[in-house]
């Protein structure tokens, strides 16, 4: 069973990239990676999904080494409507009706001026 | 617009009530999910049903029930038996079930048990 680990905070300042990597050591050959935004008091927002290199999208990249036990988000030049928490999830797909999703634990980001 | 409902917003319930939490999809997806959040923490999963009339236990169910009776809805029901209900509640959908779909999300519910 994956189980994805997230660090629990980080800060940067606008205009950086910001880069925020989850743990999934134990991940399993159909499971995808996938990235969310959660605002406060509101519902996550998907971000990125990929199962393996790299993806890249409007808002961000994700990046995954060949082994997968990794994943890194990247985000480019934040802002401050960036600070938010940030979740990586691994659908962990053991077949048919029978399968769990593994989400993180979050990363809370703050974006300072 | 296409997208989730839940409501209400904000509930309160009495301890040893039963509550049920409402959660609505016009997205036409299969798949439909319970999720929990408490403060600082990420979501841990309650239900998840893949199709009409078929629904799945997810990690915390206990003290938890679920229907499916039309493919657009997907209620809650906190039952008495939940010994520490309240929480954030989020509704999510998405095309088919599993981790390769993007899940699409409700607003979510805050229930406080008084």
């Known amino acids: 069973l994956a189980k994805t680990t997230q660090p629990i905070s980080m800060d940067s300042y606008e205009g950086q990239e910001v880069n925020i990597t989850c743990s999934h050591n134990?991940?399993?050959?159909?499971?995808?990676i996938t990235w969310y935004q959660q605002f406060p008091s509101q519902g996550p927002r998907f971000i990125i999904q990929?199962?393996?290199?790299?993806v890249t999208n409007e808002v961000a990249s994700l990046f995954i080494p060949a082994d997968r036990k990794s994943s890194t988000l990247s985000l480019p030049r934040v802002s401050l409507s960036d600070t938010a928490v940030y979740y990586c999830l691994v659908g962990d797909m053991k077949g048919g009706s029978n399968y769990q999703l593994i989400w993180g634990a979050g990363t809370k980001l703050i974006i300072k001026p | 617009d296409g997208g989730i409902t839940q409501s209400p917003k904000y509930l309160f319930r009495k301890e040893g009530q039963n509550v049920t939490l409402s959660c609505e999809q016009n997205l036409n997806h299969d798949a439909m999910y319970w999720y929990r959040q408490d403060p600082g923490q990420g979501l841990r999963l309650i239900y998840y049903s893949q199709i009409v009339n078929d629904f799945q236990k997810g990690d915390i169910a206990e003290g938890y029930s679920v229907s499916r009776e039309k493919k657009e809805s997907f209620p809650l029901t906190v039952t008495s038996a939940q010994k520490n209900p309240t929480a954030f509640y989020l509704c999510?959908?998405?095309?088919?079930?599993?981790?390769?779909?993007?899940?699409?999300f409700g607003p979510g519910t805050r229930l406080t048990v008084l």
């Open positions: 990929g199962y393996k290199t790299k």
């Open positions: 134990n991940i399993a050959t159909n499971d995808y």
């Open positions: 999510a959908s998405s095309p088919i079930a599993g981790g390769r779909d993007e899940q699409f």
